[in-house]
């Protein structure tokens, strides 16, 4: 019986050269807004057709890294990754797995509270003040349900990306963009006011937080976050959970 061999994939040249561009993108090389040299200088510097150089824009385009402007004056440029791209994937997903809106959220709250303990843990104290300058937005919006609603994403975003780790920030970006389409669902299946008591309670959370980091109290700000987090998680979702499906079609 003859050994069995695995079969050798060649990536195609349009892959190819969508991975060479999506390297220079990535590394700075090519900046966004930048215009992409000529398809007759990538065509000679790659050696390959017109439709294959454009079959590998069509793939970076579906990336977002690249937009191809039709025209005389067109061509591809570069666009700055911004996790749009990942975010859309990652509730395609979840949403494929059937995926429950409590498990983001419980994510999320894992996600959050880790971030608090690094929080805490900072040597430097311009995290933290970055925290407390934004917490006195929330004070005269309130009993605005969509202008609290965008605040508070941002009050929630900033404690992951201030946190210090890169990769824990892109990973809460994703989280945040699927809750937050859930939190205008939310906002626009309920009667006008239905939130405000909800915001008071939350903006309160913030300055409890910002308190506790400032005195260095890690323990009791990660305690305190956890406490918020499945608040709103009881909340938001109690005992009517929905599959991802339902919130991001």
């Not at 911004?82 to 395609?92: K, L, N, S, V």
């Not at 805490?120 to 970055?130: D, I, L, M, Q, S």
């Not at 906002?187 to 980091?213: F, S």
Request: proline content about 4%.
């Amino acid at each position: 019986m003859g050994r069995r061999t695995a079969a050798v994939t060649v990536p195609k040249a349009s892959a190819l050269i969508a991975d060479d561009l999506r390297r220079r993108i990535v590394t700075g090389e090519l900046a966004p807004g930048e215009k992409l040299p000529s398809e007759a200088v990538l065509m000679a510097e790659f050696g390959v057709s017109r439709p294959t150089l454009r079959e590998a824009f069509r793939i970076l385009e579906g990336e977002s890294l690249l937009t191809v402007a039709r025209g005389p004056h067109g061509g591809p440029r570069v666009l700055e990754p911004d996790g749009r791209m990942a975010a859309r994937y990652t509730g395609t997903l979840l949403q494929y797995r059937g995926t429950p809106l409590s498990d983001v959220y419980r994510a999320r709250t894992e996600l959050e509270v880790s971030a608090v303990g690094m929080l805490a843990a900072a040597r430097g104290k311009a995290p933290v003040r970055a925290l407390a300058e934004l917490v006195g937005e929330g004070d005269g919006i309130v009993d605005d349900e969509e202008a609290f609603a965008d605040y508070s994403l941002r009050f929630h975003v900033s404690v992951v990306e201030n946190a210090g780790c890169t990769t824990l920030a892109v990973l809460g970006r994703m989280l945040f963009d699927i809750l937050d389409a859930h939190n205008a669902q939310f906002i626009a299946a309920h009667p006008p006011g239905y939130e405000r008591a909800v915001n008071k309670k939350a903006q309160a959370a913030y300055r409890r937080l910002v308190k506790l980091l400032q005195d260095r109290d890690g323990t009791a700000a990660q305690r305190h976050w956890r406490r918020h987090l499945e608040a709103v998680q009881e909340f938001m979702v109690g005992q009517s959970d929905t599959a991802l499906v339902e919130v991001l079609s």
